[in-house]
């Protein structure tokens, strides 16, 4: 994706806590989303920021700092289940939605 | 609740055909999203429909047309099938261009071209 970056893949454990960073730059934003996909489904809605500070939803949480252009998804309780990619997007001055390449986050027992 | 519907869920055409592509918003959404996503990687947006009007265009190709119509549905036409066309097509939803509601997504449509 252009101008928004995220880790290629990450690894945790079962019951742990992990984190996924992402970084955007650009000149007009509206927004910042984290989706979850299965390989071969179509990403789910996770979060939606547009304001600084830090949005929880059950076990997964959602912060912003526009300031900075970053973003992360912390995903608590890691269940197996939780093995996907985590894509993170922002909607540009048009609404248009610019996607990151995709975290692929592997858990392990 | 009713989601997104497309259509064919897969689809296998071979080079220089062409396929049509169904998408069903979710009821009272107006405003319809359609992506492309190759192989291991990212959504890439092709163009959008608010109120059946065109409301932004990404990376559609010339051989791709759409058009949403008077129920909200929207069709992807492509014509002249590359290899390079294979791919999953999704197709999402919202009410209004901001998509305050977020953009809900369809289980989307495999298209293999051999």
């Known amino acids: 994706g252009q101008n928004i970056d995220q880790p290629t893949e990450m690894t945790a454990t079962e019951g742990a806590i992990v984190q996924i960073n992402c970084t955007y730059q650009?000149?007009?934003?509206?927004?910042l989303f984290w989706y979850q996909q299965h390989a071969g489904e179509a990403p789910t809605f996770l979060s939606y920021n547009v304001l600084d500070g830090l949005e929880e939803k059950g076990r997964f949480s959602s912060f912003l700092s526009r300031s900075k252009g970053y973003s992360y998804l912390l995903l608590k309780e890691l269940q197996m289940k939780d093995s996907a990619s985590y894509l993170c997007a922002y909607f540009d001055s048009n609404y248009q939605l610019i996607w990151g390449a995709g975290t692929k986050l592997i858990i392990k027992p | 609740a009713a989601g997104v519907i497309q259509s064919p869920r897969h689809l296998i055409k071979e080079k220089r055909e062409t396929a049509t592509l169904k998408c069903y918003p979710i009821p009272r959404h107006d405003t319809v999203y359609w992506y492309q996503q190759g192989p291991g990687q990212d959504p890439q947006f092709l163009i959008s429909?608010?109120?059946?009007?065109?409301?932004d265009k990404g990376s559609i190709p010339d051989r791709f047309s759409a058009q949403q119509f008077s129920d909200y549905h929207s069709e992807l036409n492509m014509s002249s099938l590359e290899l390079g066309d294979s791919a999953l097509y999704f197709c999402a939803s919202s009410f209004g261009l901001a998509g305050a509601d977020t953009q809900y997504f369809g289980p989307g449509t495999r298209l293999t071209v051999l």
């Open positions: 650009t000149s007009g934003f509206n927004g």
């Open positions: 429909f608010y109120e059946k009007m065109q409301s």
